[in-house]
């Protein structure tokens, strides 16, 4: 009972219940896994038919709005509003390295993205030399992270775009896009922002001192690029009067700093009209949520979908928004 209720205390805290606790990345990475001890806990109580179980009900009670970052209950009504369509979608170079076995990856992703039909897409790891040619999409903005690079990020779009430009993040493979267009009479911008990779693989391991103080050390320093990418992003937007759409790799989950200063005041669509866990990206065998799509609250989600495809490490993520 004592270990549940430190879990669940400690999940709490690292889901900004009470106040920000940001001072150690790698727990507010770890907050899916501590929550599904907890959640094994409360079987476990149940089971037993304890008293324990009331500290689950209890963390829910003061802290759903947070729980709801982790789990949204399925929405079983048949979305019937029009409005615009937004992809988001990691497609690690179009599998350029042949991570997958397959030649068909681009073709297959092109033949996925002209049957959902979206009205923008922003594209990750956006590789010029092994992209299709999405000719469903006429305007198209895509830009190298490096200088005279090959491989970066793209913005798909069936209208015009105009004030295009290109967030540059120093020492780094990655960076931001953005561009305006005309929606319904109105100015609406894009941004299409990965940031830093946190490079988690499984051999990374917390169970020996040395193995534990070099990964906490590189975790640490990655957040800390990532704040100053957003650092980036914000010198921009202060200078944007138009209401935003933000598709993101964020690299991070919803219980990091980044994560809370990129939505600012903006929705997750997610958090509005997802359902499960919404898992984009899968580490090992454990599933979580990295890839985001934020938007102005003048938008109404009608609709988010993460896309069951095997054709990269991301699931891409789409929203339907209409606009008030």
């Not at 922003?122 to 305007?139: A, D, G, T």
């Not at 896009?177 to 391991?205: G, M, V, W």
């Not at 989950?253 to 009209?273: C, E, G, H, P, Q």
């Not at 979580?288 to 938008?299: A, E, L, Q």
Request: charged letters at 20%; glycine letters at 4%; proline letters at 4%.
């Amino acid at each position: 009972m004592l270990i549940n209720l430190i879990l669940l205390t400690l999940q709490l805290f690292l889901m900004d219940v009470f106040w920000e606790f940001y001072d150690y990345p790698i727990l507010n990475l770890m907050v899916p896994v501590i929550a599904l001890i907890n959640v094994l806990f409360f079987v476990f109580w149940v089971i037993k038919f304890k008293w324990p179980l009331l500290l689950f009900i209890f963390s829910i009670f003061i802290g759903f709005r947070e729980w709801g970052k982790l789990y949204k209950f399925p929405n079983n009504a048949i979305p019937i509003s029009n409005g615009l369509k937004v992809m988001s979608f990691n497609v690690r170079l179009f599998n350029s390295f042949k991570w997958i076995d397959s030649k068909s990856v681009p073709e297959s992703i092109e033949s996925f993205i002209s049957n959902e039909n979206p009205d923008l897409v922003c594209l990750q790891e956006f590789s010029m030399e092994f992209s299709p040619k999405f000719k469903n999409y006429p305007h198209q903005y895509n830009a190298s992270s490096k200088i005279n690079g090959q491989n970066g990020l793209c913005i798909l779009s069936k209208y015009p775009l105009v004030n295009r430009g290109q967030l540059d993040f120093s020492d780094s493979n990655n960076s931001g896009l953005f561009a305006d267009f005309f929606y319904k009479k109105d100015s609406i911008r894009i941004y299409n922002i990965h940031l830093e990779s946190l490079s988690i693989n499984l051999k990374d391991t917390l169970f020996t001192q040395e193995h534990s103080q070099k990964f906490i050390k590189r975790i640490k320093s990655v957040v800390q690029k990532q704040e100053l990418q957003i650092d980036r992003y914000e010198k921009v937007e202060q200078k944007n009067n138009n209401p935003t759409i933000i598709c993101t790799d964020l690299n991070n989950n919803a219980f990091s700093k980044v994560y809370k200063r990129l939505k600012d005041d903006r929705l997750d669509t997610f958090m509005i009209s997802g359902e499960g866990l919404g898992a984009t990206y899968k580490l090992g065998y454990f599933p979580f949520r990295i890839d985001f799509i934020f938007t102005d609250k003048k938008f109404k989600v009608i609709n988010f979908m993460v896309h069951d495809l095997k054709l990269s490490d991301h699931k891409p993520i789409s929203a339907l928004l209409e606009w008030k």
